[in-house]
């Protein structure tokens, strides 16, 4: 018994250390010699490193940060739970929300992330493939309309309730559907905490659009 609870919690710590992986400061560290959080919103996500640095360095950010959610959900085929069951389904909500907060608040980088956008992405992925396939539909049309990054994912995120309750939820296990339902209302709450700022600043018509640019808008130093 105590070595399960101790697998357990080191698969717990385990998510949460990847999802410390603070891909925003680490890729602009080794390839632009900057670290993305003096610049722009200050922020270590993909959105702002699509501002200061350009598509070709926001894009394996953004896949990468998804990579390390969905890492995080798999983590629970260390364990002995069985597949397809509550408990199975409920740890791997456990492990997505860890990693989640672990990009939010990284051990490896003083514990100043990035928004959480792309790790829960990738924690939807693993989960319901379904649900990540319309909620990430609803972020591009989002985006293309209003340029905003921000307002996409909020709205993105008060629309997942909805995908997984109502339009997915009658395919859903029986052993899944509580626990399903229940994350994606958490899920929901913390992209919009982690955006409350950016809420803010639309209300206000003081939030940047985002631009596709190639270059980095800033001058890189050289090494």
């Given at each position: 018994?105590?070595?399960?609870?101790?697998?357990?919690?080191?698969?717990?710590?385990?998510?949460?250390?990847?999802?410390?992986?603070?891909?925003?400061?680490?890729?602009?560290?080794?390839?632009?010699?900057?670290?993305?959080?003096?610049?722009?919103?200050?922020?270590?996500?993909?959105?702002?490193?699509?501002?200061?640095?350009?598509?070709?360095?926001?894009?394996?950010?953004?896949?990468?940060?998804?990579?390390?959610?969905?890492?995080?959900?798999?983590?629970?085929?260390?364990?002995?739970?069985?597949?397809?069951?509550?408990?199975?389904?409920?740890?791997?909500?456990l492990l997505g929300l860890t990693a989640m907060l672990g990009h939010i608040f990284p051990v490896f980088a003083g514990f100043k992330g990035g928004k959480g956008v792309a790790t829960i992405a990738g924690v939807v992925?693993?989960?319901?493939?379904?649900?990540?396939?319309?909620?990430?539909?609803?972020?591009?049309?989002?985006?293309?309309?209003?340029?905003?990054?921000?307002?996409?994912?909020?709205?993105?995120?008060?629309?997942?309730?909805?995908?997984?309750?109502?339009?997915?939820?009658?395919?859903?296990?029986?052993?899944?559907?509580?626990?399903?339902?229940?994350?994606?209302?958490?899920?929901?709450?913390?992209?919009?905490?982690?955006?409350?700022?950016?809420?803010?600043?639309?209300?206000?018509?003081?939030?940047?659009?985002?631009?596709?640019?190639?270059?980095?808008?800033?001058?890189?130093?050289?090494?």
């Open positions: 018994m105590t070595a399960t609870v101790l697998l357990y919690v080191g698969l717990v710590i385990a998510a949460y250390l990847l999802g410390s992986i603070s891909n925003a400061v680490w890729v602009g560290k080794a390839l632009y010699y900057i670290d993305v959080r003096q610049y722009g919103s200050k922020n270590a996500g993909t959105t702002n490193v699509l501002r200061v640095l350009g598509w070709k360095a926001a894009l394996p950010v953004f896949i990468l940060d998804m990579a390390k959610g969905a890492a995080a959900v798999c983590l629970v085929f260390f364990s002995a739970l069985q597949p397809e069951t509550n408990s199975f389904v409920g740890f791997q909500i992925s693993a989960l319901h493939p379904s649900a990540m396939a319309m909620s990430l539909g609803i972020f591009a049309v989002c985006l293309l309309i209003s340029r905003y990054v921000s307002l996409s994912s909020v709205v993105t995120a008060l629309c997942f309730p909805f995908i997984v309750i109502v339009v997915f939820g009658k395919w859903l296990n029986v052993e899944e559907t509580l626990t399903l339902k229940l994350f994606s209302i958490v899920a929901m709450a913390i992209i919009l905490i982690t955006h409350r700022k950016n809420m803010m600043r639309l209300w206000r018509r003081q939030e940047g659009k985002i631009v596709f640019r190639k270059r980095p808008s800033i001058t890189i130093p050289e090494k």
